[in-house]
């Protein structure tokens, strides 16, 4: 992972010089994976968020604001218990390795002083947060507790020995020469990335492909010289701290020469926050509305089978007219029909030749049951197009009400997924649970800020949706959803807004739609008082008229600055 010792090393440096001497005011866990604990540090609030998510395992400053639960959990209250009014005394990283320890002064609960170490390790889906009495070495507790069966080299359960992971006997590039590192590489063995990572503790892959591609088949000599570079910058502290784009997003605080159009910035925690964010926050109300994802789905696959269904009984529907000539026919031409006929050649009417036509007949039936049957045959018909016409309307409005909530949830924050929830109890999706009546809160839809100033309302869900367009908006204001494709309603606070700010809400708009990786993605806008709610019509759907269309490319950077505007 990209967040290896070298990137460690940089946040252990700047927290040494933001959070020391600091004191713990909050200790919050909004999920089973997270902590989040605030630090008043220079005059200064600091967040510090700990994570042990198994693919987002990380610890940085952060800005970001986070849900927590109406109960806080037990390891939450163990933290408060000892932690709370701490000061913090020293952050050390452990080696090279992804390791840091945070050494706390506090009060017990007689008034004594105290030291207590908080260990973060950060090691996938193994990472975990460890409490320890330094006095003894026993854990307090830890956010995942591994017993014996589990891991034989070592237990983390409160009461415990507190134990290292094991070393993975690597070369610290601090501590150890350059040529003693080559003299460890295999260079007939190939995949030297591989070795490198290996080989020289805290570097990940990414490290190793930078160094293999500044050096270009070059010598042992020439792997020497990269890896003094290397260390040269390590004891420096020359940092770059960048997010890269390529096959995935990778990130780091070195110069990745082998990645290209890395997104620079101040310094590793706003690089670490801006990298995380999105990602962290999608998995996180994934994990929390998975069993809505999953009854959704089912749902989308009912209708689309239905839908199918459907379609097929038009199809079948186009027939009837056949029949209904049939029986015109034989009726006109009862004269000469006989019961016991299997068939009867006659004049087709209808046909400008005037050609004739051969029916089929039941031998059972007389000619006028035969023309009857033709007739119930067309009616059937009749009505079961009229019919499976009505359901496909109503089929595809309900694909598109469901297509619309998954939208939502790949884009919803944590303070949205309560308004999902409620809404699909609301239209019968799932059982009401008996609970106590909460006060009703008011829609909270994002707000964002265009380059001139202009307030601009992103709905998230369709609660927010309907409050930003019905009752958020004046009829002037400017109303924007991208065409026919599923997303957010779109509020520009003006009745006058510039071209620039309504290209900048288009973005937002398609941006927070199904197309949201799409280029050229249309986007309609138009007056509010154009836009209008049929009776009876599910949660967020509205027609419109009056509309133009433009077509615009969604981008991360352009949402994180209008985002930023508004914070400012």
């Given at each position: 992972m990209?967040?290896?010792?070298?990137?460690?090393?940089?946040?252990?440096?700047?927290?040494?010089?933001?959070?020391?001497?600091?004191?713990?005011?909050?200790?919050?866990?909004?999920?089973?994976?997270?902590?989040?604990?605030?630090?008043?540090?220079?005059?200064?609030?600091?967040?510090?968020?700990?994570?042990?998510?198994?693919?987002?395992?990380?610890?940085?400053?952060?800005?970001?604001?986070?849900?927590?639960?109406?109960?806080?959990?037990?390891?939450?209250?163990?933290?408060?218990?000892?932690?709370?009014?701490?000061?913090?005394?020293e952050i050390k990283q452990i080696d090279m390795d992804r390791i840091i320890a945070v050494h706390f002064n506090a009060m017990?609960?007689?008034?004594?002083?105290?030291?207590?170490?908080l260990y973060i390790e950060i090691m996938g889906r193994h990472s975990n947060i460890v409490l320890v009495n330094e006095q003894n070495k026993k854990i307090i507790d830890c956010i995942k507790h591994i017993p014996p069966f589990q891991n034989r080299y070592r237990s983390l359960l409160p009461g415990a020995d507190y134990i290292q992971p094991p070393s993975q006997n690597k070369l610290d590039p601090l501590k150890s020469d350059a040529a003693s590192i080559v003299k460890k590489l295999d260079f007939n063995a190939g995949k030297l990335d591989q070795q490198l990572t290996s080989t020289i503790a805290g570097i990940s892959r990414v490290v190793g492909k930078e160094i293999v591609h500044k050096v270009r088949l070059g010598s042992a000599a020439a792997y020497e010289e990269q890896i003094e570079k290397l260390q040269n910058l390590l004891q420096q502290r020359d940092f770059s701290p960048a997010i890269y784009e390529g096959k995935k997003e990778d990130f780091h605080v070195l110069p990745l020469t082998h990645l290209t159009n890395g997104q620079q910035f101040d310094n590793v925690h706003e690089m670490l926050d801006a990298f995380y964010r999105d990602k962290a926050t999608r998995d996180r109300v994934k994990q929390q509305m998975k069993d809505l994802i999953r009854l959704i789905k089912n749902e989308l696959n009912k209708n689309t089978r239905k839908l199918d269904i459907h379609q097929k009984t038009l199809k079948k529907a186009n027939k009837k007219e056949d029949f209904r000539k049939k029986g015109e026919l034989l009726t006109a031409n009862m004269h000469i029909v006989e019961r016991g006929d299997k068939e009867v050649s006659v004049i087709d009417y209808y046909d400008p030749l005037q050609s004739e036509i051969i029916i089929k007949l039941d031998t059972e039936k007389a000619p006028s049951e035969n023309a009857q049957t033709f007739f119930k045959k067309y009616k059937k018909l009749s009505a079961a197009e009229e019919m499976a016409q009505k359901e496909i309307i109503k089929t595809k409005q309900e694909i598109a009400y469901l297509e619309d909530l998954l939208v939502q949830i790949e884009h919803a924050r944590d303070e949205d997924l309560e308004d999902i929830r409620t809404e699909l109890q609301d239209e019968g999706y799932i059982k009401k649970q008996k609970k106590k009546k909460k006060k009703t809160t008011k829609p909270m839809p994002e707000k964002f800020t265009a380059h001139d100033g202009t307030p601009i309302y992103v709905g998230r869900n369709n609660k927010?949706?309907?409050?930003?367009?019905?009752?958020?908006?004046?009829?002037?204001?400017?109303?924007?959803?991208?065409?026919?494709?599923?997303?957010?309603?779109?509020?520009?606070?003006?009745?006058?807004?510039?071209?620039?700010?309504?290209?900048?809400?288009?973005?937002?708009?398609?941006?927070?739609?199904?197309?949201?990786?799409?280029?050229?993605?249309?986007?309609?806008?138009?007056?509010?008082?154009?836009?209008?709610?049929?009776?009876?019509?599910?949660?967020?759907?509205?027609?419109?008229s009056n509309q133009k269309t433009l077509y615009v490319t969604p981008t991360e950077e352009l949402v994180q600055a209008l985002r930023e505007n508004n914070e400012s």
């Open positions: 990209p967040f290896d010792g070298i990137v460690t090393l940089e946040v252990n440096h700047e927290l040494q010089d933001i959070l020391i001497g600091g004191k713990i005011n909050k200790i919050h866990q909004p999920t089973t994976t997270e902590m989040i604990i605030s630090v008043r540090n220079h005059s200064k609030n600091h967040t510090l968020l700990l994570s042990v998510h198994p693919s987002y395992a990380r610890m940085h400053l952060t800005k970001e604001k986070m849900k927590n639960p109406a109960e806080p959990p037990m390891f939450c209250m163990v933290m408060r218990k000892h932690l709370q009014s701490a000061v913090i005394k017990n609960e007689i008034g004594d002083m105290t030291e207590k170490t927010q949706n309907e409050y930003v367009t019905h009752k958020l908006a004046n009829k002037n204001d400017m109303w924007l959803h991208t065409l026919d494709i599923p997303g957010s309603h779109i509020i520009i606070k003006s009745n006058n807004p510039t071209q620039e700010t309504i290209e900048e809400a288009a973005i937002l708009a398609a941006h927070y739609s199904k197309a949201q990786g799409s280029a050229s993605v249309p986007v309609d806008y138009t007056q509010v008082k154009y836009v209008k709610k049929p009776s009876g019509a599910k949660p967020g759907f509205v027609t419109y």
